[in-house]
Structures are given as C-alpha cells and as structure tokens.
C-alpha cells in the first residue's frame, strides 16, 4: 500500500498540515510550492530568536482531483497554533493569486474548457488567526486573501475544510467564512473570537471555557451545521473530506455562488433575520437553538452516531 | 478472682457506648426528621459529637469526596475541638490539609496524597503535621480494626432516607468498611448525601449504622481519574503495549489482572480487539480483571474478550454502560453496579495473577517509587497488587510459570515448587518532562529525610518486580540468578538515560541468548507497526461509538 493510501483512512483530526493536502488530492498529485525545501522561514521569529520552520506552517501546493485542478492551502496547528505571520500569509495569498491566474489563462487558451476542469481552492485551516510575534504582516495577509477571494469569485470556487484540533478561530474565522462552502467534522470548531477570550472579557458565567463540551456544542461541527454556517458536515477521515471535495468540485461555480452564506443582498437579509431571532431568543445555550430548529431532543443529538444525526437533525431556517 | 453477685463493682466496659450516647443527646435539638440534619446545622453538629484527639474519618478516596463534611470541619470551634487524630484513606483536597494548617488536626494516618502531596511534606517539615505512617489501602482498612478506628466518621453517599439506610451504589468504594470499622465500635456516622428521598434504590448501608444524614448543597465530587482519551496514546506507548502483549501477556497466558492507571495500559486495553486478535488470544488472556470501569476497556468487553470485571470504585461517565453489561459487572438487583474497594483490594492482592503499571522512576536494583523529593505521594493501592502474596495457595498457569522460571528458589525452599505473581513496569526509558526513569538513587531516599520519614517510601520493592517493559524490551527478571544479572537486565532494556549507558554490549547479548531479555526484535514485533493506527479507539468518541452511545463521558474529554 502506497502513502496515500494509507491516509485515506486516517483520522483528519490527528492528521498533519501535509499530509492533509497529500490525501485530500489524487494519488501521486500533489506538487507543493515554496516548500521546507526552499526554506522560506519567518524573518520575525528569528530576529526575536524564536524556533522557525522551514515552512513557516502552512503548506502551499496544487493537485488534481479527476480533472479537476486543486490548489490547496493547508495549514499546521502543531506550528505557533497556526497563526497566519508574513511568510506563510504570502504563501496563502500567492497560492490562490495563482489559482486564479491560472484559471485565466486556461479560459482565455481553452474557451470550451468544460466546468470540471476548471481549477477550485482547497483550504484547510487549523490556526488561531493572526500570528501576535508579526501582528501587522499577518493582518495584512489576512486582508489580501480576503481581497483575493472578491477576486476568485465566480472564477475560482473556494472551499474550506475545518477538522483539525486547533480549529479555525479570529481572523481565519472571518476568512472562512467568506469562502464558498465549508466542509466540517464534527471535531471541527469555527468561531472568531476564541472561548479563553471571551471567558476573560465576559466571565465566566457568560463562558465557560474550561466546560470543552460547552465550547464544542457552541463552535464545533454539529452545531456549525445545524445554524447553516457549515455546509456540510462529514466523518473524520481524510477520504470522507476528499469524498466531499471531490463531489463539489466538477460542479460549475454558480452552485457554488449558492452555497455561500456572505456577500449577497440575499444572504445579508438572511445574517440580519438570524441575528433578530437570536435577540427574541435569547438562547443560553446552543441546544436552545437546536431545539427551535425544530428538534425534540436536542441534548441527545451531540453524543448520537454521525449517520444517524445527519439522518435525522433539522437545521435552522431563517 | 472477682466475684459473682448483684452488686458487682466491676468496671464496665461500656465507656465508649455511652459517651456516644451523651455526644448524640447533646446533638438531638439539631435533627429534623428522623436522622436527617439541615446543611445549616452541619457545623453545629461536628461540634456537639467530636471532641479534642478524636481519631476522626473523612471519606474520601481517590473518587468521591465527602468534601462537604470537609468543609464543614474547618469551620468548627477551634479552640474545643483540636489535635484530631485523621485517618483516612486519601488527602486529595485543600480542605483535608487545611484542618492542619487550621490547627484542628494534628496527626495523620492515610494511604494516598494525590493533589495535596506537596503540602503533606511542607506540613510535616513545619511541623504542623504530625505523620503517623503512609499505608497501603488494606493495610490502612486492617488498622481501622486493630489500633486506628475512628471515633467519629464522616462519609458520603448518592441517596439516603430519612432512617439513614444509604444509597452508595457505583461508588461504594470505601464506605463499607469505614461505617463497619466505626459503627461496630461505638463510635458515630455522618453521612452527607446528595439527595434524601423516601425509597432508595437498594440499601447499601443500613440506617441504623448510620446516627445523621444531611443533604449537602452541592452533590459531592467525584473526580474521573482513570478515563484516558486515547487521542493522546503516542506510538511509542503502542510500541510498548505491543511488547507486553506478545512478551508477557501471550508469553505466560495471563488471565487475571489489574492494570495500574495511564496511557500504557490503556494502549494495552485498546489493542486486544486489534493486535491481541491477530496473535489470537482471545479467551487466553484479560479474562478475569479487577479494574475501575476504564473507558478504555470498552472495545474489548464489546469484543467478547472478558468475563468479569469487579471495581474498587465508579468511573464518572461509565454508569449507563456499566449497567448495562451485568455479564461482565458486578451490578446489584437494583440494576447499578456496586463497587467495594476493600473486596477489590484483596482479590487485586491475592487472587490476581500479574499487576501492571507504570512508574517515575526505577532504581538500578529495580525498587520503584513515585514519590518526589518534596510530594507525599503515598501509596493507594498498587502496592497491594505489585508484589508476590505470600500467603497465596491456589495455583494457575501463569503464576506457576512465573515461579517456575525463578532460578533462586531452590535457595530458599530447596526442591519444593511455587508460583510467583507477575509484577510488571511499563515505562518508556525517559517519563514525564523528559525525566530519566532509570536512576541510580530513587528521590525518594531524599524525601524520607526531608519529611522524617522511617523509609523511603518504596511502591514496588525490586525483590517483587518481576518485569519491565520499555522501548528497548523486555526485560524478564525473574529469570536472573542473583542481583548482579537482575542490575544486568535493568541495564539493557534501560536505554540512553545513565543507567541504560553502562550497559556492555557483550553483557547484554548473554542475556539476549539466555532469554532474560527480549528486544522487539526477538520477540517478533515490528516497531514500524506501532501507530495509532493499531488502536481501536483513537479517541473519546470512538469509545462513545463503540458502547452504542451509553458512555457519557465528562465534559473535560468531549471534543465534538
């Protein structure tokens, strides 16, 4: 059995940034740029003598899928908690600057390119935002790809996948969810500002962050899925991430203009009625949500089997 | 000789009688109905029935925790109660050290520091606790029926009534022993219980054992310490699982055990549905285990791999499972399980074929220890069930094998035969913060003279240890002649810490030929096959998935 194969049936939790973005694409397909051996490091780690990497914690590369081009962005948790710095933010940006390039000219070369084989972005995230150690870098970083997906759109679909153990919190939170779809296990977590943080600012009545149940039920996949801030909701290993890229990525990118939860007249109305239902509500806790949704037993619905939640949850409509 | 007649002048021996019964007049205004006392009135009460060098029990072991009571005795009239005489079988909590710094305790007889360890010695050291002995759990329950029984007991249950019969279920652990050791010498029995209900699910303790029961504010706390979330096994754990499994386990067929706490036992738990089914040992070994209802061993009860498992306590989470495997479990007609750590600590200490556990550090004799310069850590109950029980009788194959292979034997018992328990270590060679395990000098001689201690506080003495496990092998010393071989072995398996480089190339491939140790190599187990990838739970919600969803685990371990 080859490498890849053996991934397939790994967890994508417990999986690293690299061998996520090698199993996410076709066998023997992946090709990464500005790879460890390039060794393109942080300048500010060092100057403050801290511990680099070689790839400053992000993996860049492209891959295919079918006939699907995927550029993929991968990003490593066990590195400074995947904090976006200077160098890795460029990777990330040049990355989808080059999905989106590339997309142009294959169009311009080739006008009767079917929609399968047109390139997608792949990003998987696992940080917490903006790396402090090179604050103002990775701020702007974060405002090129978010630039650059204003860019993308209606070219090059993006679509984010959040499992890892880090989760995808601050900036990248913002970040994620400006991409087209999200694809999440239900160990991913999604929010912007992170559960220490809000128990600092708010206490600990408001959050408690100590209570990981609490934090899971109230940023992690199954709840992301029932409030539609996650699509798509799919087991922990790399093949079931894969399984759900490849399915979405030969569709043409006007459905994928369907799937987003941002950056429409629509989905504005849609943000403002939710945040109007949250005031009525006022939910203290997430299964009060889940039970609006039209869920009897919501409190059952966290430890229940994948299939079976995905069988039988109702989500919230707005 | 005295004399027989009606106006007898004979001293009575009933002193202790009725000093309990003015101590309870005295308590009488402060009870409800029946037995049952408002939580207001708890301070109250301690003050009306203890009195200056009582010895007085607080219940709780390394689970629950009669913290309430704890509490409550902190608050009491300091200067009429004081210099109590504590025994109890664990100090896990601030408040159980408070009553010293408070100067409502003095003296201290107990089996396990826990959390509190460091502070048991700079109390000792200060002075402001007076330390009678660091026991092992039967060793502490014996006492409480020979020279240290209490006078007055404070316990913890889930249910009671109002005639104080009490519901202690899943987490009986200590109580039975405590109430019977107290109660059947005069003294007197608080209980504080999360809930007073007109009919319990079962009597665990009958009510006239028991003189008040108070509802505590809050339920008592039960800290899960045996769950393992098996997403933080690492490789090397598994490589170390692995070599126990093909090299004692498969090696001697054990089938009865206890598996001390942490990620090495648990790696072991969660391969035998995997690896333990690939060198078909299904039904050879892990058959009869006294364990605490482990997370972990849920794969292999759902595989059909054990008959039976009694508890020295509950698990927090593992209440609805437990209950519903009654095959394996011991479970009341109630229909919840009962867990009895004075039972569970004999059958560890006498019936049991091997313990396997873990330590911080290994001396290059072999003695082991997990007390630190500066902690008290104490015992608990590994001791029991890390060494040979000498008054054992009864024979299995692997204990017989176990002694068979001594070859010092014949120095003490000339040509008669005998089993010996296997008492393993599984370490990797360096621990926790990248500590060495193998060591010249325990700490432990370091803390016996720092706290005054009559010894250093050994769990397991090297003359018990018959095997250890780590990334380099198996060392299997019951099969060394004398101590020089036996610090040979030690040597070979002990890695790159100080210990492990004196080992002699020369030296070590003698041993390799005489069978005393096993690299993985010898053994057939090949270390790139050591990933995670080996267990059947890789993490707590697989464990959920696999008890069909009846495992409940705490919230600290949920990560969806």
Not at chain 1, 237 to 251: D, N, S
Not at chain 2, 98 to 112: R, T, V
Not at chain 2, 335 to 349: D, K, M
Not at chain 2, 396 to 408: F, H, I, K, M
Request: glycine fraction near 10%; include cysteine.
């Amino acid at each position: 059995m080859s490498k890849w194969n053996d991934l397939q049936e790994h967890s994508f939790l417990e999986s690293n940034a690299r061998d996520r973005a090698l199993g996410i694409v076709d066998d023997g397909t992946f090709t990464e740029l500005a790879g460890p051996f390039d060794r393109l490091s942080s300048p500010h780690l060092e100057l403050l003598g801290d511990a680099v990497a070689f790839d400053d914690g992000l993996v860049s590369g492209v891959g295919r899928i079918g006939k699907t081009p995927v550029f993929v962005v991968s990003q490593e948790g066990r590195f400074i908690g995947g904090s976006i710095g200077e160098v890795g933010g460029a990777k990330m940006a040049n990355t989808i600057k080059l999905a989106i390039d590339f997309h142009d000219k294959l169009v311009a070369d080739y006008p009767d390119l079917s929609e399968e084989e047109k390139p997608v972005l792949v990003i998987s995230f696992e940080t917490g935002g903006v790396r402090l150690h090179e604050s103002n870098a990775g701020l702007l970083a974060h405002a090129e790809v978010m630039d650059l997906f204003q860019k993308a759109r209606g070219k090059v679909p993006v679509i984010s996948l959040i499992g890892s153990k880090v989760g995808c919190f601050g900036g990248m939170g913002f970040v994620a969810a400006a991409t087209d779809v999200i694809i999440m296990s239900e160990f991913g977590r999604l929010g912007l500002t992170g559960p220490e943080v809000i128990e600092q600012e708010m206490g600990k009545e408001e959050f408690d962050s100590s209570d990981r149940a609490l934090v899971f039920r109230t940023t992690g996949g199954r709840h992301k899925y029932i409030i539609g801030d996650a699509n798509f909701l799919v087991a922990d290993t790399i093949a079931a991430f894969r399984e759900k890229v490849a399915e979405l990525a030969p569709l043409p990118v006007a459905a994928f203009e369907e799937m987003r939860r941002v950056g429409s007249p629509e989905t504005v109305e849609r943000q403002v009625r939710g945040v109007a239902l949250a005031a009525e509500m006022h939910p203290q806790d997430a299964r009060d949500v889940w039970a609006k949704a039209g869920n009897d037993d919501p409190a059952s619905l966290t430890d229940m089997p994948l299939a079976a939640f995905l069988g039988q949850v109702k989500r919230l409509s707005v | 000789m005295a004399q027989m007649s009606n106006d007898d002048t004979r001293k009575k021996r009933n002193q202790r009688a009725a000093d309990t019964a003015a101590r309870l007049e005295a308590a009488a205004p402060l009870f409800g109905a029946g037995k049952e006392v408002s939580s207001d009135n708890t301070v109250a009460l301690l003050e009306a029935v203890i009195r200056a060098g009582d010895i007085v029990n607080i219940e709780g072991n390394n689970q629950k925790q009669a913290d309430f009571l704890a509490e409550s005795l902190n608050k009491v009239d300091r200067s009429k109660i004081h210099d109590l005489h504590m025994v109890q079988s664990a100090v896990p909590l601030a408040s159980h050290l408070d009553l010293f710094e408070n100067g409502i305790a003095k003296k201290l007889d107990f089996a396990f520091g826990g959390p509190q360890a460091g502070r048991v010695a700079k109390f000792i050291s200060e002075g402001k606790l007076q330390l009678g002995a660091i026991h092992t759990y039967l060793e502490l329950f014996g006492r409480y029926f020979l020279d240290l029984t209490p006078r007055v007991s404070l316990i913890c249950a889930f249910k009671a009534d109002r005639k104080g019969n009490l519901y202690t279920g899943f987490n009986t652990e200590d109580t039975p022993t405590i109430v019977e050791a107290t109660k059947f010498r005069q003294g007197i029995v608080i209980a504080q219980v999360n809930e007073i209900v007109d009919e319990l699910p079962r009597v665990d303790i009958p009510g006239d054992w028991i003189d008040a029961v108070i509802q505590s504010p809050k339920p008592f706390f039960v800290e899960p310490l045996f769950t393992r979330d098996p997403g933080l096994i690492t490789d090397n754990q598994i490589l170390l699982a692995m070599l126990c499994l093909k090299g004692i386990y498969a090696e001697y067929g054990v089938t009865s055990m206890n598996h001390g706490i942490g990620f090495l036992t648990s790696a072991i738990e969660l391969l035998l549905p995997t690896y333990g089914e690939e060198l078909g040992l299904k039904g050879k070994i892990c058959t009869h285990m006294i364990l605490n209802p482990h997370p972990t061993m849920i794969p292999a009860i759902e595989t059909d791999w054990v008959d039976t498992i009694h508890c020295f306590g509950g698990e927090l989470g593992m209440e609805d499972y437990v209950a519903s495997r009654p095959d394996v479990f011991f479970i009341g007609p109630d229909g919840t399980l009962r867990s009895n750590r004075a039972f569970a600590q004999t059958a560890g200490h006498y019936a049991l074929d091997m313990f396997i556990g873990g330590t911080l550090q290994i001396d290059k004799y072999g003695n082991s220890s997990t007390a630190t310069a500066s902690r008290v850590a104490g015992f608990g109950g590994a001791p029991n069930m890390g060494c040979d029980a000498k008054g054992r009788r009864h024979s299995t194959g692997a204990w017989l094998q176990c002694g068979q292979e001594l070859p010092s034997l014949d120095q003490q018992l000339g040509t008669m035969p005998r089993g010996k328990r296997l008492v393993v270590q599984g370490v990797e060679t360096f621990g926790e913060g990248r500590q060495p395990v193998f060591v010249d000098k325990l700490d432990a001689w370091k803390l016996a003279e720092n706290a005054n201690l009559d010894l250093p506080p050994v769990m397991i003495y090297g003359d018990d240890l018959t095997h250890i496990v780590t990334e380099e092998g198996v060392a299997y010393l019951n099969r060394c002649p004398d101590l020089d071989s036996r610090m040979a072995a030690i040597r070979a398996v002990a890695g790159y810490t100080d210990i492990g480089l004196q080992a002699k190339p020369e030296e070590t491939k003698r041993l390799r030929e005489a069978n005393i140790v096993k690299t993985p190599d010898d053994l057939g187990v090949d270390p790139s096959r050591a990933t995670r990838a080996m267990l059947a739970a890789k993490s707590v919600k697989d464990l959920v998935t696999w008890s069909n969803g009846l495992y409940n685990p705490p919230s600290r371990f949920r990560n969806w």
